[in-house]
């Protein structure tokens, strides 16, 4: 395949690492930004070019000329407005009838491969299961269904145009420059703050930046990825008590942490409107990456040790200014 691709998010988490690595393998990165919030951070080299916003009229005519591959990374994942009376039409409006836009449009100039960013909520949000990419889907919540939505709308303009498609369902990924929970995560490790975690025997599977990148890559490229769907972690799954040793040892700090009866978090969580927080930390989420690895011949090129110890660098060295 040519080497010229488009990334859009690409001033995200994912999206700027994503665009560095295929600078230094010398494609031409072309990166989609909404609003120019850390695009300081963006490598130099990227064309940058700004969408306000990703909908179903949106004209990606002069942004995709001369794309040979997309990297579909933008995505809405919360509502800003607490008060929407359909989230459902918020998320669909983006995730849904925007991704279907930009691949139409996609199929228009002439893009041999799209890439699609999907989630495992897709599958749904955890069971004693290990998800595959067999499983029925199961997506609960507006984000997963909105994911879900736009991977059949996928499938079907890859049938009926011969544009090749590739989708990734995502769990957790970390990494540096990581937000969100795992950022509060590093911080309350830091911290020494205690956790009433040390019971919880849950097993999570995670992926580290570097991992998923070398994934994007490998699927930009690789001719049996070709309208696939792969689930990807570093295989490594880990309970939330080990996890959070492995952070702290990384900082060269001991683990705090002491006993708490499953039962009594979870009425802590429902008293506190943070079940869904709760349940990340105590609940299961597993997936068998084997398809990827087996059909690709794709090994993660970090450990999730050597992932956590880069992560926890990076956290330690910008502790100030995050």
Known sequence: MANNIL??????FIGRAVCARLLLEGWQVRGVIRSTKQVDSLSVGIEIIKIESIVTDTDWSDTLAGVDSVVHLAALVHVMNENTSDPFAEFRKVNVAGTKRLARMAVTNGVKRFVYISSVKVNGDGCEKTFTEHDIPAPKGPYGVSKWEA???????????????????????YGPGVKAN????LDIVNKDIPLPLSLVNNKRSMIYI????????????????????????????????????????????KARLFPCPASLLKMIGKVTGKSDEIERLTGSLQIDSDKIRRELNWTPPYTMEQGLRMTADWFMSNEKNI
Not at 7 to 12: P, Q
Not at 182 to 185: D, E, T
Not at 218 to 231: G, M, S
């Open 7 to 12: 990334i859009t998010g690409a001033n995200g």
């Open 182 to 185: 795992f950022l509060r995560l």
């Open 151 to 173: 991977e059949q709308v996928l499938h079907k303009i890859a049938e009926n145009t011969g544009m090749e498609i590739v989708i990734f369902r995502l769990p957790l990924v």
């Open 210 to 253: 570097g991992n998923l990148v070398d994934a994007i890559i490998r699927c930009i490229e690789h001719p049996a990825a070709a309208n696939q769907t792969f689930l990807v972690s570093d295989g490594e799954d880990v309970s939330t008590p080990d996890l959070i040793r492995m952070i702290a040892g990384a900082m060269g700090k």
